[in-house]
Protein backbone atom coordinates (compact mmCIF):
# COMPACT_ATOMS: atom_id res chain seq x y z
CA UNK A 1 0.00 0.00 0.00
CA UNK A 2 1.18 3.51 -0.75
CA UNK A 3 2.35 6.04 2.05
CA UNK A 4 -0.73 7.98 2.88
CA UNK A 5 -3.40 6.23 1.22
CA UNK A 6 -6.20 4.97 4.05
CA UNK A 7 -8.18 1.75 4.01
CA UNK A 8 -11.48 2.49 2.30
CA UNK A 9 -14.55 1.01 4.03
CA UNK A 10 -17.50 1.67 1.53
CA UNK A 11 -21.41 1.01 2.91
CA UNK A 12 -23.71 0.69 -0.22
CA UNK A 13 -27.22 1.61 0.57
CA UNK A 14 -28.82 0.63 -2.48
CA UNK A 15 -32.67 1.86 -2.40
CA UNK A 16 -33.01 1.37 1.64
CA UNK A 17 -33.22 4.27 4.41
CA UNK A 18 -34.97 7.26 5.53
CA UNK A 19 -33.77 11.44 6.36
CA UNK A 20 -34.21 9.66 9.77
CA UNK A 21 -32.31 6.67 9.71
CA UNK A 22 -29.79 8.50 7.98
CA UNK A 23 -28.68 11.03 10.47
CA UNK A 24 -29.01 8.19 13.46
CA UNK A 25 -26.48 6.04 11.21
CA UNK A 26 -24.05 9.42 10.87
CA UNK A 27 -24.38 9.99 14.73
CA UNK A 28 -23.40 6.55 15.91
CA UNK A 29 -20.48 7.04 13.42
CA UNK A 30 -19.23 9.58 15.28
CA UNK A 31 -19.38 8.50 18.67
CA UNK A 32 -17.47 5.47 17.61
CA UNK A 33 -14.80 7.64 15.66
CA UNK A 34 -12.07 6.84 18.14
CA UNK A 35 -11.88 3.39 17.22
CA UNK A 36 -10.45 3.82 13.74
CA UNK A 37 -7.63 5.44 14.83
CA UNK A 38 -7.63 7.72 11.55
CA UNK A 39 -6.99 4.82 9.59
CA UNK A 40 -9.80 4.25 7.38
CA UNK A 41 -12.43 6.17 5.27
CA UNK A 42 -16.18 5.77 5.68
CA UNK A 43 -17.62 6.28 1.97
CA UNK A 44 -21.32 5.88 2.37
CA UNK A 45 -22.87 5.98 -0.81
CA UNK A 46 -26.47 6.73 0.17
CA UNK A 47 -29.56 7.23 -2.12
CA UNK A 48 -29.28 10.92 -4.15
CA UNK A 49 -32.24 11.97 -1.91
CA UNK A 50 -30.42 11.64 1.74
CA UNK A 51 -27.19 12.88 -0.01
CA UNK A 52 -26.84 16.57 0.74
CA UNK A 53 -28.70 16.78 4.25
CA UNK A 54 -26.48 13.67 5.27
CA UNK A 55 -23.32 15.46 3.73
CA UNK A 56 -24.11 18.57 5.64
CA UNK A 57 -24.09 16.43 8.68
CA UNK A 58 -21.12 14.45 8.40
CA UNK A 59 -19.07 17.77 7.78
CA UNK A 60 -16.83 17.09 10.92
CA UNK A 61 -16.91 13.53 11.31
CA UNK A 62 -12.96 13.29 9.27
CA UNK A 63 -13.45 9.48 8.90
CA UNK A 64 -16.59 9.94 6.47
CA UNK A 65 -16.86 10.59 3.00
CA UNK A 66 -20.25 10.52 1.09
CA UNK A 67 -21.00 9.06 -2.14
CA UNK A 68 -23.64 8.42 -4.59
CA UNK A 69 -25.17 5.29 -6.42
CA UNK A 70 -24.73 6.59 -9.98
CA UNK A 71 -24.66 9.33 -12.41
CA UNK A 72 -25.21 10.29 -15.96
CA UNK A 73 -22.60 10.84 -18.59
CA UNK A 74 -23.80 14.44 -19.58
CA UNK A 75 -23.15 17.65 -17.43
CA UNK A 76 -27.40 18.38 -18.42
CA UNK A 77 -29.90 17.93 -20.59
CA UNK A 78 -32.98 16.70 -21.35
CA UNK A 79 -32.58 13.14 -19.26
CA UNK A 80 -35.91 13.18 -17.13
CA UNK A 81 -35.31 11.23 -13.96
CA UNK A 82 -31.06 11.13 -14.15
CA UNK A 83 -28.86 13.27 -11.86
CA UNK A 84 -25.44 14.70 -13.36
CA UNK A 85 -22.17 14.39 -11.67
CA UNK A 86 -22.43 18.26 -11.25
CA UNK A 87 -25.48 17.67 -9.59
CA UNK A 88 -23.89 15.22 -7.02
CA UNK A 89 -21.03 17.54 -6.80
CA UNK A 90 -23.19 19.96 -5.41
CA UNK A 91 -25.44 17.72 -2.91
CA UNK A 92 -21.88 17.26 -1.38
CA UNK A 93 -20.79 13.70 -3.21
CA UNK A 94 -17.00 12.94 -2.85
CA UNK A 95 -17.34 9.28 -4.38
CA UNK A 96 -19.87 7.71 -6.43
CA UNK A 97 -20.26 4.15 -7.60
CA UNK A 98 -20.45 3.71 -11.28
CA UNK A 99 -21.31 0.30 -13.21
CA UNK A 100 -22.38 -1.60 -10.32
CA UNK A 101 -23.90 -5.14 -11.28
CA UNK A 102 -27.30 -4.31 -10.37
CA UNK A 103 -26.96 -1.13 -12.38
CA UNK A 104 -25.24 -3.38 -15.86
CA UNK A 105 -28.29 -6.43 -15.06
CA UNK A 106 -30.98 -4.30 -14.82
CA UNK A 107 -30.76 -0.58 -15.95
CA UNK A 108 -28.32 -0.91 -19.12
CA UNK A 109 -25.07 0.23 -17.83
CA UNK A 110 -22.64 -1.32 -20.16
CA UNK A 111 -18.49 -0.91 -19.94
CA UNK A 112 -18.93 1.88 -22.10
CA UNK A 113 -21.51 3.75 -20.35
CA UNK A 114 -18.95 3.08 -17.51
CA UNK A 115 -16.56 4.78 -19.33
CA UNK A 116 -18.44 7.65 -19.52
CA UNK A 117 -20.01 7.72 -16.22
CA UNK A 118 -16.31 7.83 -14.58
CA UNK A 119 -15.10 10.42 -16.60
CA UNK A 120 -18.37 12.65 -16.11
CA UNK A 121 -17.05 11.99 -12.09
CA UNK A 122 -13.59 12.64 -12.36
CA UNK A 123 -14.48 15.99 -14.36
CA UNK A 124 -15.95 16.63 -11.03
CA UNK A 125 -13.37 15.91 -8.62
CA UNK A 126 -15.49 13.15 -7.48
CA UNK A 127 -14.00 9.72 -7.07
CA UNK A 128 -15.64 6.75 -9.30
CA UNK A 129 -15.94 3.68 -7.49
CA UNK A 130 -15.61 1.75 -10.59
CA UNK A 131 -17.53 -2.09 -10.34
CA UNK A 132 -15.59 -5.06 -12.28
CA UNK A 133 -16.09 -8.53 -12.11
CA UNK A 134 -16.81 -11.90 -13.79
CA UNK A 135 -20.18 -14.04 -13.36
CA UNK A 136 -20.29 -17.40 -11.88
CA UNK A 137 -20.46 -18.82 -15.77
CA UNK A 138 -17.00 -16.95 -16.50
CA UNK A 139 -15.46 -18.31 -13.55
CA UNK A 140 -16.15 -21.52 -13.99
CA UNK A 141 -15.01 -21.27 -18.08
CA UNK A 142 -11.90 -19.86 -16.52
CA UNK A 143 -12.64 -16.55 -17.92
CA UNK A 144 -12.07 -14.12 -15.04
CA UNK A 145 -8.87 -12.67 -15.78
CA UNK A 146 -9.72 -12.59 -19.46
CA UNK A 147 -13.29 -10.80 -18.04
CA UNK A 148 -11.23 -8.19 -16.03
CA UNK A 149 -8.75 -7.42 -18.76
CA UNK A 150 -11.86 -6.52 -21.17
CA UNK A 151 -13.32 -4.42 -18.44
CA UNK A 152 -10.25 -2.72 -17.52
CA UNK A 153 -9.45 -2.06 -21.39
CA UNK A 154 -13.08 -0.42 -21.84
CA UNK A 155 -14.04 0.85 -19.16
CA UNK A 156 -10.70 3.03 -18.66
CA UNK A 157 -10.13 3.87 -22.11
CA UNK A 158 -8.34 7.28 -22.47
CA UNK A 159 -7.91 7.47 -18.80
CA UNK A 160 -4.27 9.10 -17.92
CA UNK A 161 -2.61 8.40 -15.19
CA UNK A 162 -3.56 10.90 -13.14
CA UNK A 163 -7.33 9.78 -14.05
CA UNK A 164 -6.35 6.51 -12.58
CA UNK A 165 -5.03 7.12 -9.27
CA UNK A 166 -8.01 9.07 -9.06
CA UNK A 167 -10.56 6.51 -9.12
CA UNK A 168 -11.51 3.39 -7.00
CA UNK A 169 -11.13 0.06 -8.99
CA UNK A 170 -13.80 -2.44 -7.09
CA UNK A 171 -13.59 -5.81 -7.82
CA UNK A 172 -17.23 -7.24 -7.43
CA UNK A 173 -17.26 -11.07 -8.80
CA UNK A 174 -21.49 -11.10 -9.97
CA UNK A 175 -22.16 -13.99 -8.02
CA UNK A 176 -21.14 -12.70 -4.62
CA UNK A 177 -23.13 -9.74 -4.59
CA UNK A 178 -25.97 -9.92 -2.09
CA UNK A 179 -26.02 -13.63 -2.21
CA UNK A 180 -23.89 -15.06 0.51
CA UNK A 181 -21.47 -16.21 -1.24
CA UNK A 182 -17.88 -14.58 -0.52
CA UNK A 183 -14.71 -14.99 -3.06
CA UNK A 184 -12.11 -16.87 -1.00
CA UNK A 185 -9.06 -14.23 -0.13
CA UNK A 186 -6.87 -16.54 -2.97
CA UNK A 187 -9.86 -15.59 -5.78
CA UNK A 188 -10.07 -11.95 -4.45
CA UNK A 189 -6.19 -11.55 -3.86
CA UNK A 190 -5.59 -13.32 -7.68
CA UNK A 191 -7.87 -10.37 -9.19
CA UNK A 192 -6.36 -7.74 -7.39
CA UNK A 193 -2.96 -8.14 -7.97
CA UNK A 194 -4.25 -8.87 -11.58
CA UNK A 195 -5.64 -5.66 -11.69
CA UNK A 196 -2.63 -3.89 -10.03
CA UNK A 197 -0.44 -5.31 -13.21
CA UNK A 198 -2.44 -4.07 -15.55
CA UNK A 199 -2.33 -0.54 -14.56
CA UNK A 200 1.58 -0.91 -14.30
CA UNK A 201 1.14 -2.42 -17.69
CA UNK A 202 -0.83 0.93 -19.38
CA UNK A 203 0.47 3.26 -16.95
CA UNK A 204 3.25 2.93 -14.34
CA UNK A 205 4.40 1.69 -10.99
CA UNK A 206 3.91 4.67 -9.25
CA UNK A 207 0.40 4.91 -10.77
CA UNK A 208 -0.46 1.31 -9.68
CA UNK A 209 0.71 1.89 -6.14
CA UNK A 210 -1.54 5.08 -5.76
CA UNK A 211 -4.79 3.53 -7.33
CA UNK A 212 -6.99 2.17 -4.94
CA UNK A 213 -8.07 -1.39 -5.77
CA UNK A 214 -10.94 -2.92 -2.99
CA UNK A 215 -13.16 -6.28 -2.87
CA UNK A 216 -16.54 -6.12 -2.61
CA UNK A 217 -19.59 -9.14 -2.78
CA UNK A 218 -21.08 -10.60 0.68
CA UNK A 219 -18.34 -9.17 2.88
CA UNK A 220 -19.72 -9.62 6.86
CA UNK A 221 -18.39 -9.27 10.12
CA UNK A 222 -17.30 -12.57 10.26
CA UNK A 223 -15.20 -12.74 7.17
CA UNK A 224 -13.75 -9.25 7.00
CA UNK A 225 -10.47 -10.09 8.20
CA UNK A 226 -9.39 -12.24 6.08
CA UNK A 227 -10.75 -10.38 2.90
CA UNK A 228 -8.93 -7.35 3.94
CA UNK A 229 -5.97 -8.87 4.33
CA UNK A 230 -6.46 -10.70 0.87
CA UNK A 231 -3.33 -9.87 -1.58
CA UNK A 232 -3.49 -6.55 -2.97
CA UNK A 233 -6.49 -5.28 -1.27
CA UNK A 234 -7.05 -1.25 -0.42
CA UNK A 235 -10.31 -1.50 0.97
CA UNK A 236 -13.82 -3.64 1.05
CA UNK A 237 -17.73 -2.68 -0.28
CA UNK A 238 -20.19 -3.64 1.99
CA UNK A 239 -23.66 -4.16 0.85
CA UNK A 240 -25.89 -5.46 3.46
CA UNK A 241 -23.89 -6.14 5.97
CA UNK A 242 -23.31 -2.67 6.17
CA UNK A 243 -26.76 -1.34 6.42
CA UNK A 244 -27.27 -2.17 10.24
CA UNK A 245 -24.52 0.93 11.92
CA UNK A 246 -23.28 -1.02 14.50
CA UNK A 247 -22.32 -3.65 12.64
CA UNK A 248 -21.03 -1.22 10.05
CA UNK A 249 -19.09 0.18 12.68
CA UNK A 250 -17.24 -3.14 13.62
CA UNK A 251 -16.47 -3.92 10.39
CA UNK A 252 -14.38 -0.83 10.17
CA UNK A 253 -12.60 -1.00 13.18
CA UNK A 254 -11.31 -4.81 12.25
CA UNK A 255 -10.32 -3.27 9.01
CA UNK A 256 -8.92 0.01 10.78
CA UNK A 257 -6.62 -2.28 13.53
CA UNK A 258 -5.38 -4.77 10.95
CA UNK A 259 -4.67 -1.79 8.48
CA UNK A 260 -2.83 -0.52 11.24
CA UNK A 261 -0.76 -3.82 12.61
CA UNK A 262 0.56 -4.22 9.10
CA UNK A 263 1.60 -0.64 8.61
CA UNK A 264 3.24 -0.49 11.50
CA UNK A 265 5.00 -3.93 10.72
C1 LIG B 1 -22.75 -4.37 -3.08
O1 LIG B 1 -23.87 -4.44 -3.55
O2 LIG B 1 -21.95 -3.48 -3.43
C2 LIG B 1 -22.34 -5.38 -2.11
C3 LIG B 1 -21.08 -5.48 -1.82
O3 LIG B 1 -23.38 -6.13 -1.60
P1 LIG B 1 -23.29 -7.33 -0.55
O4 LIG B 1 -22.25 -6.99 0.47
O5 LIG B 1 -24.66 -7.39 0.06
O6 LIG B 1 -22.94 -8.55 -1.33
Redesign the pocket.
Known amino acids: MASGKKFIVQS ?1 W ?1 MNKSFDDGLAYLSAIRSAESRFFGAVELVLCVPSTLLKTLADAARGIACVSMGAQNVHWEDKGAYTGEISAPMLKEAGARYCVVG ?1 S ?1 RRDSFADTDERVQWKAKACLKQGITPIVCIGESLQERKRGQTLAKLEYQFLTCFEGFTSEDMENIVIEY ?1 PIW ?4 GHVATPQQAGEAHQFIREMIKKYHSKETALKTHIIY ?4 KVKNVLEMSEARDTDGV ?5 SWDVQNFIKLAEICAQSFSKHSAS
Open positions: NKHEEAIGSGGSVGVGSD
